[in-house]
């Protein structure tokens, strides 16, 4: 399990803008700080340092046109497109696209980076988790754990003694 980083996005004040910090919660007995486990706010800036040259899994809250509430989508942020974000809310204005641009520009990628984005609805301050993003949750902090528990670094080991 080592190498990785999970960092999460986002308020745990703000209804479903908390499921990146409710994953974190959700691992911290399990991984007994034997993963960094990283709760930014939407700094992005320090998301820079936080990720930079890591192994990471990013867990995010976002509103995507043409999906409901409580889906999960994964991308390989490194690979794959991720979408601007219409959010204004982070400390410094930017948003994730954003930051992996800079990223790009300033030197300061992760090696790897797994984006586990929980589609929500309801981004209010003083308001809880919608039920379908807590369902959702669950389902992204056991992918977390078995990507986490797979073996990476090369092919299988085929000789057999």
Request: net charge negative.
């Amino acid at each position: 399990m080592s190498g990785w980083t999970i960092i999460s996005l986002g308020s745990r004040f703000r209804g479903d803008d908390g499921v990146g910090p409710y994953v974190l919660d959700r691992l911290r007995g399990r991984f007994a700080g034997r993963v960094p486990l990283v709760e930014n706010g939407g700094d992005m800036p320090r998301l820079l340092q936080d990720w930079s040259g890591r192994w990471v899994c990013l867990v995010d809250a976002v509103i995507a046109e043409g999906h409901a509430v409580g889906d999960i989508i994964r991308l390989d942020g490194l690979v794959e497109a991720v979408a601007p974000s219409p959010c204004t809310t982070s400390s410094h204005g930017l948003n994730l696209a954003e930051a992996l641009e800079m990223g790009k520009v300033v030197g300061a990628l992760p090696a790897r980076l797994e984006i586990f984005a929980v589609c929500g609805a309801d981004f209010t301050t003083g308001t809880a988790l919608s039920r379908a993003v807590k369902s959702a949750a669950a389902s992204v902090e056991m992918e977390i754990l078995e990507l986490l528990a797979t073996p990476h670094g090369g092919p299988e080991c085929t000789n057999t003694p």
